[in-house]
């Protein structure tokens, strides 16, 4: 017997119970439905997630003052550790496989000009800031490479900034008074949007030692080290911590690399993708026990067929692959349709709610159909084991 | 051909246990025409089921071609039912979603003959039996002879050594009915054993060996058209 002769028999009794085969087939379909649409979710959710992660660069590393044991800074920075000093960065410099710095300190205050003010974020940061964060210039440039000891009075407006303070007029050559220090604007920076909360265009960069000194800080709060593409994050965060301990003799400090961070956040955002495909998948059971009721149903309805088949050849193999082809090609319809209501409504909302991303990879489609399929195959092997299990005689004296 | 030796079968039907065949002896060769008859719960029909290889004796030994029935598991069983055996009953059990030649086809889907084959074999079946503008038509739109024409069809499609037809007029007015006879006897005089059991006695005078069953054992088993002169004793129902 063939495969295409079951699926063809399959057919025509689906088609013999249109109304009831539709209505198990929705079941079905809108447990697939579920799923695709809320692991489209939860993949665009993570995906969304993981590029604002990354849109300052993949190959960072960041150190902190203070030890903790836990990933991110300890809040408090206790007496005994020694401060994250400019000489600190210079020496991280020169580590080979580090291309860049970037020193950062950071605070609020007001920026003023003319009479217009804005409380805001201060931030104090090297001149590859921009190159390193990825940050792109909009009008003029970034902060120039003075001798970090005894930078130039120069400020770069983020955009939100720019457009409080100066409305539609050139800032550029323009004195602003930075927490009541006098600065020249000699740049103005694009638009980034907001990172996690943190609205990076609602901030001001000024050179990190001048903001060290407003501040009346010690210590930096953070030195950024940009490395080669092609090293790993464990070798050069290993020699950052090499040097750092020789300068400072004990290790008073946090390393964290982006490829730590994006892994555990990775990992979070992937059990949330399945768990909410879990709910779906829920959905997907229920749909299941309706096949199995109604394959039941069918066994019971037709044991005179059954009786008649085992009658004129067929064995208990070929009626049990009968049935349970039945069910697989009810789920199989079902999940097809699922697939294209799941990935329709994703699509829908991709459109009309563009807060909200959804990315359905195809390979999850396929994954989606051979689960409708295996639901079919498992949902019919009761009811089919039943069918088989018949004796012959007394199924065909069944009425 | 058909070899049964002390063959048994008990059912038990609620606490009480019934015998539907009591050590049946009894011996078919090739191209023979029997009839079985005697009243309903005298084991007639277990006795064709067994024979269809549908039902298993309790005890007792059963040949089929010299080789032993009661050793082949379900598959093996199933084999033989497909190419030795045809069944032709008195609700026809044609498959009631499927056309006549679809029903006809079954067998050989079951069997897994290629699809060229089949389409071959229904055209011809279908011609033979005289239902070629019926061959699209479902069950339900088919009278009864016509029902158990396709059924026959689908019996012999398989070219099977043993017919077994259980009251296949039973369900039909005399027309049909007649002509369904007359269809199963030319099947036979094509050296297709036929076994059939019925409660018509007029029917069952017609083959040339009856038998007569009676509480699950044969009670009698003659040819009278060799044996003795003048029309068979009447049954007794």
Redesign the interface.
Known sequence: MFIRDIVRLSLSSLMDQRMRSFLTILGISVGIAAVVLLTSIGEGIQKFTLAEFTQFGTNLIGINPGRSTTLGTSGAIINNVRPLSIADEEALRRIPGVLDTVSVIQGNGPVEFAKRSRRTTILGAGPSASKVWQIKVAKGRFLPSDDSRAARSFVVLGSKVKNELFRDANPLGQIVRVAGERYRVVGVMESKGQMLGFDLDDAVYIPTVRAMSLFNQQSLMEIDLLYQNDLQSKTIAERAKKLLKSRHGAEDFTITTQEEMLEILGSVLGILTMAVGGLGAISLLVGGVGVVTIMTIAVNERTPEIGLLRAIGADRRQILWLFIGEAAVLAGIGGLAGLLLGTVIAWLLGTFVPALPTHTPWIYAVYAELLAIGIGLLAGVLPARHAAGLNPVEALRAE | MISLSRIKRVFTVGDEEVNALRDVDLDIDTGEYVSIMGPSGSGKS?LL?MI?L??RPDSGTYLLEGEDMTRLD??Q???L???KI??I?Q?F?L????SAA?NIE??M????MAVAERKKRVEEAVEAFGLTDRARHRPDQLSGGQRQRVAIA??TI?QPHILLADEPTGNLDRVSGNEVIDILESLNRQQITLIMVTHDPELGRRARRQIHMVDGRIESDRCPSINEKGPAEQPRE
């Open positions: 277990t089921n269809g549908l039902d379900d598959s069983q199933a084999a039912r497909r190419h045809g069944f009953f609700f059990h498959v009631p979603r499927m679809e079954l067998p889907m079951l069997a897994g689908r019996a398989m």
